[in-house]
């Protein structure tokens, strides 16, 4: 098993464009979380979803769109990036919420810097 | 609103000595909180899960308190090595499917 992958693992953008970070679980996991972490802001949500062909707001959604069209997948958009996106962003993976099972399974992160 | 405090400062060590890293929490009532491990430019890793009904839960060196009224939860490692340096996270589950990431400690274990 590969676990979570996300690609790509680094990338910068200039302010304006646009790009999609896919992450990919193997683990048939059914609730899938992107997060970002700033210096000394820790990580936080930006969306997650708890099944195929749903999503939800996290705490910091503005200027980000998802999709989960498939389970193990799942995209980040950023429609027009801003300097103040640039961050490392991780994708994490859960089994669900049924006991021991909400462990919290994350890639190996994102770098994006916006110019 | 609800807000997850652990120390900022860097906690240093010696090797073999028993490092303990602090979690409080305020304006909520978490079912369960976790405990990860990050090192530099990798993604966090789990290491355990206490419920709010199990007041220690231990593996191996690391034994984790939940003290619900307190809303405090600590972490130790006893007989800490160079290799258990890193940031550690607190994360309370703050709904049904989510959980919110407190800022981190950063562990220094000298030889």
């Known amino acids: 098993n590969a676990g979570v992958t996300q690609t790509p693992k680094f990338r910068v953008l200039k302010t304006g464009q646009s790009m999609t970070l896919l992450c990919a679980q193997d683990?048939?996991?059914?609730?899938m979380y992107w997060y970002r972490q700033d210096p000394g802001m820790g990580l936080r949500l930006i969306h997650y979803?708890?099944?195929?062909?749903?999503?939800a707001k996290g705490e910091v959604p503005d200027g980000y769109n998802v999709s989960r069209l498939k389970k193990q997948n799942f995209l980040l958009g950023l429609e027009s990036a801003a300097p103040s996106q640039t961050s490392v962003y991780f994708c994490?993976?859960?089994?669900?919420?049924?006991?021991?099972?909400?462990?919290?399974?994350f890639g190996p992160g994102t770098r994006l810097l916006v110019l | 609103s609800q807000k997850i405090e652990q120390n900022s400062e860097a906690l240093n060590i010696q090797e073999g000595k028993t490092a303990t890293l602090t979690c409080n929490y305020t304006?909520?009532?978490?079912?369960?909180l976790q405990w990860y491990r990050q090192d530099p430019g990798r993604g966090p890793v789990f290491l355990l899960l206490?419920?709010?009904?199990?007041k220690e839960k231990r593996k191996e060196r690391l034994k984790v308190t939940f003290d619900t009224t307190l809303k405090q939860s600590l972490f130790h490692i006893t007989a800490s090595q160079p290799a258990d340096s890193a940031t550690y996270l607190c994360?309370?589950?703050?709904?049904?499917?989510?959980?919110?990431f407190g800022k981190g400690t950063m562990l220094l274990v000298s030889p």
């Open positions: 979803s708890v099944g195929e062909g749903t999503t």
């Open positions: 994360a309370p589950a703050t709904g049904y499917s989510t959980l919110t």
């Open positions: 206490i419920r709010e009904n199990e």
């Open positions: 683990m048939n996991h059914e609730y």
């Open positions: 994490a993976s859960t089994p669900g919420l049924a006991e021991y099972q909400e462990t919290q399974y």
């Open positions: 304006n909520y009532s978490p079912a369960y």
